[in-house]
């Protein structure tokens, strides 16, 4: 009965509760309780902590603090015979358990203990998880690709029924996080003894080796909340109630459990994550702190997936085609190495190429792969290289021209994501090799055909009526499509520069994030695209002709209220209503009134510099100081949320490049200071950008990192380099 | 010869008969002689003026006037009033009282006082959008609050002892000001949901002030003023708002802030905790405030060094009646029993004093100390009883009070005769049920907390339990103890069977004392006779089946709740669509008709046992039965058969499943729709339907 878990729970509390007060005393006795302490990477200090509480705390005292002010949550067991109510008791355990356990984990930081290491193997978990990883997977935990979370605890009975449930949980796209062990022995390194890749590409990411470093994947998933979903530190309600109600996360507890297991289990049944186990352990099934049930269990380990993917209340829609291995986006990180590959295409070795073509219905026969070269089959079999054309034939009554590079952009997703099936790149600069392994599995290259035959059907399933393939494996017959498929990327390269946000009278919206971030709307124009860098203009468009009441809707942009900022009658209208009155009005191209909003998982941030008379650009995963006093994890903590902050803007990297950029603002000359890798990713469009600005050499004036990370340095610069920032009118 | 049984309690039913034996008369002797009136007890009786007084009785109906004219319809309409109107009075006097309490303490003029609950005080003062900075900053769009009101911990302990103090002045001054207020609408009523509240605002039913509705009440019903039945049972339903809400809640909350609010506690209850060898004294009555002083000093070494230098082994205090219910819920205090045994406590020749304040006092209890060495102390200025010692409370001295209270009770051990019926006559087998046997004391602030702990405390799982069928509805039992019932049967009955039939049942007033006393406010009865939805909401949670919400001014906790409910979502938006039910079965208490039409005012339908008070007009019956369904969106039943108020209550709460489209009630059979959600619908949250579960 419960009465055990609650028992356990608080025990777990105490036990934990007690442990981190010595450690913290004896950390105080050595380093004095000024000391100060910040997680890897985040603005959001103890993120545990912070969100439930509001304290923000940075210093050994405020550890101290923290645990002295949250005692009462220690509760006593409840009693053999005429017990009082347990439930709160456990949960308020729980809860004390996950901020004990994030000092516990600041502490072993400090004495330089974590990430842990694997005495065995040398393996280094990951430990913390930071703010970027959590902006970086932005868009993939919108979009449906990874739509829910599993904490692995424990040890699976054996290593291969651990190996069946990982790839389960992959081929759901689930992303893992593996913790704890049963005596000595764990998931982490049952994967490990069987040679499965582990790490953030194939979305098997191991904490750490204690079940204390679940509070790592909790303390990060609360973040969502402070992040996306834009609420303060101490509001705690709404804080839990958006991890029960968005973050679709559960545990799954193999083998036997555990004082500490329970106490963490009561730690996430507060954020609303269930726990499915597979020992015979008492149930709670009346719901309303979770969705669902709190704590269920099955044994049979084929089907215990499936049940706690249920039990969190999560549709998973796996679209998966006709090949011999195992397909879904967790592989589509997976590397293969030079010795692992069987055989490769492209990449500079070979000529190669893929193109995506309209054509008429009657032109297309639907899920046909013809592969046209001689001895084919011979080559393939004996591996090493060969050169390889992909056309994609595609028809459909709403088809139009401007989705082929839509259409084209997926292929790099419908390759990757085949097991053992890798690719790189694009158009005529594509790379594919297909490992041993997956060969052995029987996939050959008639299966590359065919995933996109089926996933360019489902995936477009309302453009495209009908896909067919044609896969050229002779030298000569892929360097003559090739110089087709080259006019046709220059005519869509034409078309993309001709597409301005006045020749248009459509813009787009994307709501995509609205089930992390419910107040944010990106306003999508041709020349602006999303600032997750995912979407642009044709992606909204064409995602509006496959969903039309789907995430992207189109903004009749109305009239031009004021062409100097970007304002229009339409998107005013549209945004009030969209924003639920959160905002009321918006400028494109002006980061200092009403600029646009943000929902957490922007590419860059444009921040101004007062003293500079500009602005910076700083990327998400720059981990360095900027010339504003703030590193990126910070200023992100500012700009979330779906709140306008004049002075402060989230953007795609490509913005920078368009001819849009800021223009209200003075154009891409306020750039004062940007990153180096920022620098050299925007190159030589940005060179031609700042040929039409009249100053050539820009981008050598612009400071970077390499050069100053304060503003008095950077004033210092950017006088002795004549930076025409200088110059400009005063931008406030 | 069948036995009448007078008490279920075996250990109270064993004094009755020890009582009988030793022509010691009893409640239980007198209730046999006097008959009921049958004119008065019907409402046809006028004594509204001296010209009669009017029976109204006979088979034409139409003759059927008083001398001044008025008809059966308006003679019953105003009886009701006036009762309704005297238990008014009494939970809202009740009220004050503490209010000035609070008041003192906050201006620092008693020492023996404390806000012993910080939280309650910011909770209620936020509720009542006190003007303060900190609460503004409480307030403010920082942290959502969901209509409850509570600040977390961290927030509590940031708030000065100085603000706290200010903060307690202005909620008391302006609750002081709730009582003489004469226009406008009582400040609490905005704590109902809106769908509620807009019928208020829709029939003209807000109450101004606490105590201009109780004296229009007087007025209308002397001779020759409100004369239509239809605006006199109007007036009803205002008079009952004035004792939800202007009340009893108000008592409830300052008790709270006071004495702290209620958490369970072990507890027991019956006669049986009274000791052969220590000073025995019962706190009786309604006021917690000297009943709470004289638990603080009753330990104090000095007063136990007292009572063993009169050869006492210690001290030791019982609680009765509601008194017992405050002290019993809030500090675990024992409760020697009900309204029905405050002559049998005194016959056990043990009790050295039985301190008395307001309410519900029988003056037999004087009767009956003169037969043992029992002092009667009475400590209310406004409530006398001759023959007792009168020791007056003032809350500015209540330690010397309570010090002089409980020294005269140490110096009348030495008194003590040896008559009685001494718990040592008592057999081994009853002895063995002075242990512990009962979980008590669940606040409204406790129920949140139970169901989710610090950080997700809400009525979201009851809910869900109710939706699924796991929980079928809510009842309450409470109200009185009727000495013509034979032994609490009709609210062991109802216990029992809503506990069988998978109701969340809360107890309060004397129907907590049925409940300890039957054994089932203890968790383990969960796992022996609940239903199997309600044994698994008792297991997940810890909870007993039934569950003690403390004394009868408390049963507005109830409204609370009902808030709650219908704020978290899911099912009804507003009181009166709950399934939910409330049953009074031995009521006799004016007191017990006020609480009756609060809830009935508040949307909640009641169902009291006993005759009909407004049985003689058909007109009245059908305004409580049907027409206040259309307005309030709940009737007031009277029903003398157990059985049938069972039945009546069940297909209530039944219609009101069906209402709100709930799977129909079928034991163990749980249906929770399980929405599995892809990113569309994840977008769409904000804009869901609660029933979902979100």
């Known amino acids: 009965m419960s009465k055990l878990i609650a028992s356990a729970a608080i025990r777990g509390s105490h036990h934990i509760y007690n442990k981190t007060y010595r450690m913290l005393l004896e950390t105080i006795r050595d380093k004095g309780e000024d000391y100060v302490f910040e997680f890897p990477d985040t603005a959001y200090y103890l993120p545990m902590i912070y969100a439930i509480t509001g304290r923000a705390a940075r210093t050994l005292k405020d550890m101290k603090d923290v645990l002295d002010e949250n005692k009462g949550l220690l509760h006593e067991a409840p009693s053999e015979h005429l017990w009082k109510p347990y439930l709160g008791e456990c949960l308020d355990a729980g809860m004390l358990t996950l901020f004990a356990e994030e000092i516990y984990m600041a502490l072993r930081y400090i004495q330089g203990l974590e990430p842990a290491v694997d005495p065995e193997t040398g393996y280094v978990y990951n430990g913390f998880i930071t703010d970027t990883i959590q902006r970086y997977l932005g868009i993939q935990l919108v979009d449906g690709t990874m739509p829910g979370f599993v904490a692995v605890i424990g040890a699976a009975p054996d290593d291969d029924t651990a190996v069946r449930i990982i790839r389960e949980l992959q081929e759901k796209n689930i992303l893992i996080f593996l913790s704890s062990h049963v005596n000595g022995n764990s998931v982490t390194k049952q994967l490990m003894r069987k040679g499965i890749e582990l790490g953030w590409d194939t979305r098997i990411v191991p904490v750490g080796p204690d079940t204390e470093h679940t509070i790592y994947p909790l303390n990060w998933s609360i973040r969502a909340s402070t992040i996306f979903g834009g609420y303060k530190g101490g509001d705690f309600k709404r804080n839990l109630k958006y991890t029960k109600d968005r973050v679709f996360a559960f545990a799954l507890v193999l083998g036997e459990l555990d004082d500490m297991k329970w106490a963490n289990g009561a730690g996430a049944i507060n954020m609303g994550y269930p726990a499915i186990c597979d020992t015979d352990v008492p149930v709670i099934h009346p719901t309303g702190v979770t969705i669902y049930e709190e704590v269920d269990k099955e044994f049979d380990h084929s089907k215990i997936v499936q049940k706690a993917i249920e039990v969190r209340g999560l549709k998973i829609i796996v679209e998966k085609p006709p090949i011999p291995v195992a397909y879904g986006p967790a592989f589509e990180g997976e590397r293969i190495r030079k010795e692992d590959t069987f055989i490769e295409f492209g990449g500079q070795r070979t000529p190669a190429f893929e193109l995506v073509r309209t054509r008429e219905l009657n032109e297309v026969e639907d899920g046909k792969v013809l592969i046209v070269g001689d001895n084919w089959q011979e080559l393939y079999e004996k591996g090493g290289q060969m050169p390889l054309g992909i056309v994609i034939d595609v028809a459909g009554r709403k088809m139009q021209k401007d989705f082929e590079s839509i259409i084209e952009r997926k292929i790099h997703h419908n390759t990757n994501e085949g097991q053992g099936i890798w690719h790189m790149g694009q158009r005529d600069v594509n790379w594919v090799r297909i490992s041993n392994a997956a060969k052995q599995a029987g996939f050959t290259l008639e299966h590359i055909g065919l995933i996109h035959t089926t996933m360019t059907r489902k995936r477009f399933h309302a453009i495209v009526d009908k896909a067919q393939v044609t896969i050229y494996t002779n030298e000569a017959d892929v360097l003559r499509i090739r110089q087709e498929a080259r006019t046709a990327y220059n005519e869509r390269d034409q078309r993309l520069g001709s597409l301005t946000d006045e020749s248009v009278e459509t813009f787009y919206s994307c709501l995509l994030c609205q089930s992390f971030a419910p107040s944010h709307v990106c306003v999508i124009s041709p020349e602006r695209l999303g600032l997750c860098g995912a979407y642009n203009w044709l992606d909204g468009k064409a995602a509006y002709e496959l969903d039309p009441t789907g995430g992207n809707q189109p903004i009749q942009k109305g009239e031009s209220l004021d062409t100097k900022y970007g304002r229009y009658s339409g998107v005013d209208e549209y945004l009030k209503k969209a924003s639920g009155g959160a905002v009321e009005t918006l400028n494109l191209y002006t980061i200092m009134e009403n600029p646009m909003t943000s929902c957490g998982c922007f590419e860059c941030i444009v921040a101004i510099i007062p003293e500079a008379n500009g602005v910076m650009v700083v990327q998400r995963g720059h981990t360095g100081m900027t010339p504003i006093g703030m590193k990126f994890s910070t200023l992100a903590g500012t700009v979330g949320g779906g709140a306008q902050t004049p002075g402060f803007m989230g953007i795609g990297v490509n913005f920078i490049n368009s001819k849009k950029f800021l223009t209200g603002d003075g154009g891409i000359k306020r750039i004062a200071w940007m990153t180096k890798s920022l620098k050299e990713r925007v190159g030589d469009l940005f060179k031609q950008r700042a040929l039409e600005a009249g100053v050539p050499d820009l981008l050598d004036k612009i400071a970077d990192e390499t050069i100053c990370e304060d503003s008095e340095k950077l004033l210092e610069y950017l006088s002795s380099i004549g930076h025409p920032v200088l110059e400009m009118d005063p931008i406030i | ?694």
């Open chain 2, 1 to 694: 010869m069948n036995k009448i049984i007078k008490m279920a309690d075996p250990i109270a039913e064993k004094l009755a008969e020890w009582a009988a034996e030793n022509s010691c008369e009893t409640i239980f002797d007198r209730a046999a002689r006097m008959k009921p009136c049958p004119i008065g007890m019907e409402g046809a009786c006028c004594r509204m003026c001296h010209m009669g007084p009017c029976r109204l009785v006979g088979r034409n109906e139409e003759k059927l006037k008083g001398i001044c004219g008025a008809d059966i319809d308006v003679v019953v309409a105003r009886n009701f009033l006036r009762m309704v109107s005297g238990g008014t009075a009494a939970h809202s006097d009740h009220a004050r009282d503490l209010v000035f309490t609070l008041l003192s303490v906050a201006r620092g003029e008693t020492k023996d006082f404390q806000i012993r609950d910080k939280r309650k005080l910011l909770s209620v003062a936020m509720a009542m959008g006190i003007n303060h900075p900190v609460i503004a900053e409480l307030l403010s769009d920082n942290r959502a609050t969901e209509g409850d009101y509570d600040p977390a911990p961290w927030e509590v302990a940031r708030v000065t002892e100085k603000e706290i103090l200010e903060i307690a002045e202005l909620v008391a001054l302006k609750h002081l000001e709730q009582f003489g207020q004469q226009t406008g609408e009582l400040i609490y009523l905005k704590r109902a949901p809106k769908g509620t509240y807009d019928r208020w605002e829709k029939y003209n039913l807000k109450p101004r002030g606490v105590d201009r509705e109780i004296t229009e009440a007087m007025h209308r019903t002397t001779m020759g003023v409100d004369q239509d039945v239809n605006s006199l049972m109007e007036h009803v339903l205002r008079v009952g708002l004035v004792d939800g809400w202007g009340g009893c809640l108000v008592a409830s909350d300052i008790s709270d802030i006071l004495f702290g609010i209620a958490e369970p506690v072990r507890s027991k209850g019956n006669l049986a905790v009274l000791k052969d060898n220590e000073v025995n004294i019962i706190i009786h009555g309604h006021e917690p405030a000297l009943a709470n002083v004289i638990v603080d000093i009753h330990t104090d070494p000095e007063i136990v060094a007292y009572a063993k230098s009169k050869g006492a082994q210690g001290i030791n205090l019982a609680g009765m009646c509601c008194t017992a219910n405050e002290i019993l819920v809030r500090r675990g205090v024992p409760s020697a029993g009900s309204f029905l045994e405050q002559e049998l406590a005194i016959m056990t020749g043990i009790v050295d004093a039985m301190v008395v304040d307001v309410q519900c006092i029988q003056p037999a209890v004087i009767d009956a100390s003169k037969r043992f060495h029992t002092k009667v102390v009475t400590t209310s200025y406004k409530a006398h009883l001759t023959g007792a010692v009168h020791i007056e409370f003032d809350e500015h001295e209540a330690r010397d009070v309570a010090v002089r209270v409980v020294k005269l009770a140490i110096d009348n051990y030495a008194n003590r005769t040896g008559k009685g019926m001494s718990i040592s006559d008592l057999g081994s087998d009853l002895k063995a049920a002075a242990p512990e046997n009962a979980v008590v004391g669940f606040s409204r602030e406790y129920f949140s907390y139970m169901q989710g702990g610090t950080f997700r405390r809400s009525f979201r799982p009851l809910n869900d339990a109710i939706m699924a069928g796991r929980v079928r509805g809510t009842a309450g039992v409470a109200a009185c103890h009727h000495p013509g019932t034979v032994g609490a049967s009709m609210q062991r009955y109802l216990i029992q069977e809503l506990v069988k039939n998978d109701f969340f049942v809360v107890v309060a007033g004397c129907a907590g004392h049925a409940a300890v006393q039957m054994g089932y406010a203890t968790p383990e009865t969960a796992f022996i006779h609940s239903g199997p939805g309600m044994r698994e909401v008792c297991e997940a949670t810890g909870m007993p089946p039934v569950m003690h919400i403390g004394a009868c001014v408390d049963t507005a906790r109830v409204l609370m709740i009902r808030t709650l409910m219908a704020t978290t979502g899911g099912l009804s938006p507003e009181m009166s669509g709950m399934p939910s039910i409330a049953f009074a079965p031995e009521w006799w208490s004016e007191k017990a008709l006020a609480i009756g039409t609060y809830f009935v005012a508040s949307g909640s339908t009641v169902i009291f046992g006993g005759e009909s008070p407004v049985k003689a007009s058909k007109q009245v019956t059908d305004i409580i039965e049907n027409k206040w369904q259309n307005t309030v969106g709940a009737a007031f039943f009277f029903e003398p058969d157990p059985e049938k108020m069972l039945q009546k209550g069940i297909e209530w709460v039944d219609m009101r499943r069906e209402q709100l489209g709930l799977p129909k009630y079928q034991p163990g059979r749980f249906k929770k729709e399980r929405k599995l959600m892809d990113m569309a619908d994840r977008r769409a949250i904000d804009k869901a339907k609660a029933h979902i579960g979100i």
